[in-house]
């Protein structure tokens, strides 16, 4: 074979967490919108032994949906804000770099938009079941390990 053809192996692009960063990233936050209100007042209920918080569940409905939305929508904007980095070195040699940027971006995207949605409203603060830096930090770690997790598996698959 001449050195000026490359085999199609080598033209192709490799696939980067791009492709799959922005979806798992939308369903996670339409999944954990969902699942944190409404396993705090479950858990509320429980250890309290009253069905005072149902009500509260049928209320929510509305909010639940439109936070879904949001959720689902801001997913999608992050997931691809974090792919972008690997993205870019697409034409490279698979790297660590791209990975480990993309956990830091959607950690700090997600990370961040947790600690400004008490300042849009304060329905936000009530539903949340750690509060201040404990539940920062658990945001951050829940982003991070989950990104990881994403991102290696992508990273097994492309390699």
């Known amino acids: ?13 490799r696939r980067t967490p791009l492709s799959v960063l922005p979806l798992t990233t939308a369903w996670a936050g339409t999944i954990a919108v969902v699942a944190v209100p409404v396993g705090w007042t479950i ?14 569940l049928v209320m929510m409905v509305p909010v639940l949906v439109v936070g879904v939305a ?5 997913g999608l904007a992050a997931g691809a804000l974090a792919g972008l980095p690997d993205w870019c070195l697409r034409r490279r040699p698979p790297s660590v770099l791209g990975a480990v940027a993309a956990v830091v971006f959607l950690t700090a995207i997600v ?3 947790f600690a400004a949605a ?14 201040g830096w404990a539940g920062l930090a658990a945001v951050a770690a829940a982003t991070a390990t989950g990104t990881i997790v994403v991102v290696s598996r992508h990273r097994r698959r492309t390699d």
Do not use: K, N, R
């Open 111 to 113: 990370t961040g938009a």
């Open 1 to 13: 074979m001449p050195e000026d053809q490359t085999s199609s192996e080598d033209a192709a692009p």
């Open 70 to 74: 949001v959720a689902f929508v801001f």
């Open 43 to 56: 858990v509320g209920m429980i250890v309290e032994q009253s069905l005072t918080g149902a009500p509260f």
């Open 118 to 131: 008490p300042l849009v409203g304060p329905v936000f603060s009530a539903l949340l079941p750690l509060p």
